[in-house]
C-alpha cells in the first residue's frame, strides 16, 4: 500500500522508500531472497543492520569488502612471508659472520683456564691477577660473569617485581648479546677510598660476546669503539661504587666477595632495575667458583668471542659481514704505521677453538 512501484532484485532502494512502514518486511524479505540487495554507500542506512553483510558489494565500485575468512588467509599468509623473510636474514647473517677474522672463539667450559690448558688451546677470556691490576684496595681479580638470571636480590630488600621486568630480562637474558668482563691491567687514581678504577675492558681478551646473533651484531658495535677506552667506576667504599658515564645512574653494591648488583638509579631508589649481578666464575689462581656450573647451563652451546688485537681497522672488517673467508686482504689493507697491537701475543690467534688462525 503506497509503495511508488515494483522493485526488481538488485535495484537500489532509497531512504525515502526504505522509511514506508513496510519497508523493513519488504527489505528483509528480498536479503533473503538475494543477499546482494542494499543501499548506495552515500544512502546507508543505520536501522537496517541485516544489510550489514561481509559480503556486501558497492554497485558504484564493484569493491567487495573482505570477510573474516578471506582476511584470515590473508593475515597468515602474510605473517608466512614475514616469518620466511626474517628467517632468511637470520640466516644470511649468521652465515656471513661465520668465521669473523681476528676473533678468538672457544667453547664456554673453556673459559676455566684448567680446562683449556687439558684441551691444548687458550682461554678466551684473560684471568685478571694481582700481578696484572694495579695495587688496590679491592679484589676485582678472575673472570665475571654479567649475570641477568637472578636479577631481584640486593642487600637492602629492594625485591620489586614487575611483571614485564620478567618478559624483557628474560628475552635480553637469552640473545647472550655479552657475557664475560676481566678487569686485567685496571688501575686506581689512590689506595684509599673514595677511589676511581679504570679498566681497559674493550682491550683484547678482555670483553667476552658470544657467537649468538645478536652477540655478533653486539660485536659489530663494539667494534667502532676505541679498544682503548676504559670502564671507569667510582668507589665511595669497598662495598658500594657508580659507574662512570650511564647518566651517573648506574651503580654497583657488594652482595658478597663474589658477587656485585650493578643496579639503575629509579625515582630516587638506586637499586631499580635494569639490573644484574656481577659473578666471579674463575679466581685468579685459575680454579672455577660455585657460580661456574650455573655459567656453563646458561650457555649451553653457545660459544664465547672475544677480540684478539686492539687494531681498530682490523676488529671492523674483520666482524662486519663478509663473503670472503680470507683475513690477509683485510690485514693488508688494515696495515698502517699508526696500526699498533696490543702485544705480540695478541697477533697470533686470529680464530678460535681448534681452528687457529695466523697470519
Not at 192 to 202: D, E
Amino acid at each position: 500500500q503506497g509503495w511508488p512501484e515494483p522493485r526488481q532484485f538488485g535495484q537500489e532502494v532509497t531512504k525515502r522508500e526504505s522509511s514506508h512502514p513496510g519497508a523493513m518486511e519488504f527489505l528483509n524479505c528480498c536479503k533473503k531472497a538475494n543477499r546482494n540487495t542494499f543501499l548506495n554507500d552515500d544512502e546507508k542506512l543505520d536501522l537496517l543492520p541485516p544489510f550489514k553483510t561481509a559480503d556486501r558489494r558497492d554497485s558504484s565500485s564493484g569493491d567487495r569488502r573482505c570477510s573474516p575468512k578471506v582476511c584470515g588467509k590473508a593475515c597468515c599468509i602474510a605473517f608466512g612471508i614475514m616469518a620466511l623473510v626474517l628467517v632468511l636474514v637470520y640466516f644470511s647473517v649468521m652465515f656471513s659472520m661465520e668465521d669473523p677474522c681476528f676473533v678468538y672463539e672457544a667453547e664456554a667450559a673453556l673459559v676455566s683456564p684448567k680446562a683449556a690448558a687439558k684441551a691444548g688451546v687458550r682461554p678466551p677470556v684473560h684471568v685478571a691477577t694481582k700481578k696484572n691490576e694495579g695495587e688496590m684496595p679491592l679484589d676485582l681479580t678472575g673472570i665475571w660473569w654479567i649475570r641477568w638470571t637472578n636479577w631481584t636480590a640486593n642487600p637492602e630488600g629492594w625485591n620489586q617485581i614487575i611483571p614485564w621486568n620478567r618478559v624483557t630480562y628474560g628475552i635480553y637474558n637469552a640473545l647472550k648479546l655479552e657475557e664475560l668482563v676481566s678487569f686485567e691491567g685496571a688501575t686506581v687514581n689512590s689506595t684509599h677510598f673514595p677511589l676511581t678504577l679504570s679498566s681497559p675492558t674493550g682491550q683484547a681478551y678482555r670483553w667476552g660476546f658470544t657467537n649468538s646473533l645478536a652477540g655478533r651484531i653486539a660485536m659489530n658495535f663494539a667494534a667502532k669503539s676505541n679498544p682503548n677506552a676504559p670502564l671507569n667506576i667510582n668507589f665511595e667504599n669497598k662495598t658500594h661504587a657508580q659507574l662512570g658515564g650511564f647518566g651517573g645512574l648506574a651503580y654497583m653494591t657488594m652482595l658478597d666477595e663474589d658477587r656485585w648488583l650493578r643496579s639503575t638509579m629509579v625515582k630516587g631508589d638506586r637499586y631499580g632495575p635494569p639490573s644484574y649481578q656481577l659473578t666471579r666464575i674463575v679466581y685468579e689462581d685459575g680454579s672455577t667458583s660455585k657460580y661456574f656450573p650455573a655459567f656453563l647451563d646458561h650457555m649451553g652451546s653457545t660459544k664465547i668471542r672475544v677480540f684478539s688485537n686492539n687494531n681498530e681497522c682490523e676488529r671492523q672488517s674483520g666482524v662486519a659481514p663478509r663473503i670472503s673467508k680470507s683475513c690477509e686482504p683485510i690485514a693488508k689493507e688494515c696495515a698502517a704505521p699508526n696500526v699498533t697491537h696490543l702485544n705480540n701475543d695478541d697477533k697470533e690467534d686470529k680464530r678460535g677453538g681448534s681452528r687457529s688462525f695466523t697470519l
